[in-house]
């Protein structure tokens, strides 16, 4: 048998864990992008005739209903994911962060099998529910316990990366598909794409059981002298040093104070503003989404064939696009803090905006340069989004939330995520078989109402505690000028930490004036002592939003 974590300790074991995390981040930008190629591939549609909305053969009715077909066959997975993260809300913290992920795993395993050995479009349809549960499964675990086993110094870059990642998945899916268009001599060219998915979850089974279980999970489950080992392990530390203790401690407040929110604290309207902040989780996520971004992810070979490109060169320009939008992903690991949230995603909604109306405008021509012009702006667009929306929707709401909700409340915010992306996904076929490239105008439309959203509603959070949040939405009223003065309140609130993470106004200094109530969200009656476990666990979380 192996060593207890293959014998690692310390940041060999850091890098191990984040591995593993990263391999099922991968799995899951493969899985977004590898139908976008495949719907391109002669033998695809001929194994899947009631998918082929552009088959010249048929009449327009039944183009149309080919459209539907193949907007619900790609959207079932969608589907999946969501019920996989409801389910992961009741059976995670049963279960805990490693069976979960081997639980997710072997459900991916059973539908992409199901899917590369598909010869009906039910079986099809089944297995790309069954992948989608898996996945949605993933989805809601892998963060957490990479977030929770990590340490807390990374887990601000860890965020941004986990998108990079994402998209890197999504371009080797891309790649995979463009190598198979050569083999269109056999089914081969679309099953291989779909089983290949199989070689990524081979290795998080392989590896995740043998890695350390999440302390927070550990110490939810009243196993504290395991939530201390593998603190230790960790951070390479004797288990009865001073260091993990401190780290215990604070695990065990944040768990305690984590595990009396439930989803009705999430429509109260109290002081620390539950709702208030649940709405904004829950937008943020929806923007991301209804942006557009899986028109073009899920149907990037299809798009680029609509726009005159014949051959392999749709399958190219498609791989071309994933390879661009990771490049792009790249600069906001760095930008993220230093631009700030707010900014980043003006930046982007303003710049996805002006991409999907330019889109829109050379879409209907064939004119050889409005085609040009349209390859280019599938591009930026990516580009837009990599910087201002990739990301930012997996850090945004869990720094908005307040501690005591925020696992019912980005339980929530991940549903919509979810649930957009189903409907976008649905839509896309039938929308562009229907009304072509005026598609593009109902996102551009979607961009410019993001733009004034974030800037009037979305306060800024970078280099803000758990605690200044809470003071922010505390000082502001209820109701929709509640709602306007939060952002004015983020700018004016003095910082307690600088942007280098080094502390301005100390706590004591604060509660001295009386200016901070609990971040719980419960009555001011809370004691001095819970406030200062509260400060203790926030320098925790706060490094989440800071670098080295």
Same mark, same amino acid.
């Given at each position: 048998m192996f060593k207890k974590y293959f014998g690692l300790r310390g940041q060999a074991l850091n890098y191990a864990i984040s591995t593993i995390a990263g391999t099922d981040f991968l799995l899951f930008g493969y899985d977004q992008g590898v139908m976008g190629g495949i719907l391109t591939m002669a033998p695809f549609m001929e194994q899947f005739p009631d998918m082929h909305s552009d088959d010249p053969t048929v009449s327009a009715a039944v183009r149309k209903d080919r459209s539907n077909y193949q907007g619900i066959a790609v959207s079932s997975y969608n589907l999946g994911c969501f019920f996989g993260a409801i389910a992961t809300i009741f059976l995670g913290n049963k279960l805990g962060r490693r069976k979960m992920i081997m639980l997710g795993t072997t459900i991916m395993v059973i539908g992409a099998a199901l899917q590369a050995s598909a010869f009906t479009l039910e079986h099809f349809i089944i297995g790309r529910i069954i992948t989608g549960l898996g996945n949605g499964g993933?989805? +809601?675990t892998v963060p957490m316990w990479q977030s929770e086993t990590c340490s807390a110094h990374k887990r601000g870059k860890l965020v941004m990366i986990e998108g990079a990642l994402i998209t890197l998945g999504i371009t080797i899916s891309y790649w995979v598909d463009y190598g198979m268009y050569f083999a269109q001599d056999t089914s081969a060219c679309w099953r291989f794409p779909m089983a290949f998915q199989i070689v990524f979850c081979l290795i998080i089974m392989a590896f995740v059981m043998n890695l350390p279980e999440s302390p927070r999970w550990l110490v939810l489950k009243g196993r504290d002298e395991d939530a201390k080992e593998v603190i230790a392990a960790i951070a390479n530390q004797d288990v009865q040093s001073k260091y993990v203790d401190n780290e215990f401690k604070a695990i065990k407040e944040t768990a305690a104070e984590m595990s009396k929110g439930s989803f009705s604290? $999430? %429509?109260s309207r109290n002081h620390n503003k539950n709702l208030h902040r649940t709405l904004i989780a829950y937008i943020n996520q929806m923007f991301q989404q209804i942006s557009g971004i899986n028109l073009i992810t899920y149907y990037a070979a299809t798009i680029y064939a609509g726009l005159g490109m014949t051959g392999h060169m749709p399958l190219l320009m498609a791989a071309l696009n994933g390879t661009e939008y990771f490049l792009a992903s790249l600069p906001a690991i760095w930008l993220v803090e230093r631009v700030g949230r707010r900014k980043l995603m003006l930046f982007g909604a303003a710049g996805q905006c002006a991409s999907m109306a330019i889109l829109a405008g050379v879409g209907s021509s064939d004119a050889k340069a409005c085609q040009i012009v349209g390859i280019v702006f599938l591009f930026v667009f990516n580009s837009f989004f990599a910087v201002g929306w990739l990301g930012m929707?997996? $850090?945004?709401p869990a720094e908005i939330t307040p501690l005591r909700i925020r696992a019912p409340a980005n339980a929530l915010s991940t549903s919509s995520n979810w649930i957009f992306n189903w409907l *976008? *996904?649905?839509?896309?076929?039938?929308? %562009?078989?229907n009304i072509g490239s005026n598609t593009y105008v109902i996102f551009a439309v979607i961009n410019a109402i993001m733009v004034p959203s974030v800037y009037f509603f979305f306060p800024e959070t970078a280099y803000r505690s $758990?605690?200044?949040?809470?003071?922010?939405?505390?000082? *502001? &009223?209820? /109701? %929709?000028?509640?709602a306007l003065d939060v952002v004015k309140q983020a700018?004016?609130?003095?910082?307690?930490y600088d942007n280098n993470g080094n502390l301005l106004i100390a706590i004591e200094e604060v509660e001295e004036k009386g200016h901070v109530e609990h971040r719980s969200g419960s009555s +001011? &009656?809370? +004691? /001095?002592?819970g406030n200062n476990a509260a400060m203790f666990t926030s320098h925790d979380e706060e490094n989440q939003r800071r670098e080295n």
């Open positions: 993933n989805t +809601s604290d $999430l %429509f929707t997996w $850090l945004y *976008v *996904v649905m839509i896309t076929p039938p929308a %562009f078989e $758990l605690e200044e949040m809470d003071t922010i939405f505390q000082k *502001v &009223g209820h /109701g %929709f000028q509640g700018k004016i609130e003095p910082r307690r +001011s &009656g809370q +004691s /001095g002592e």
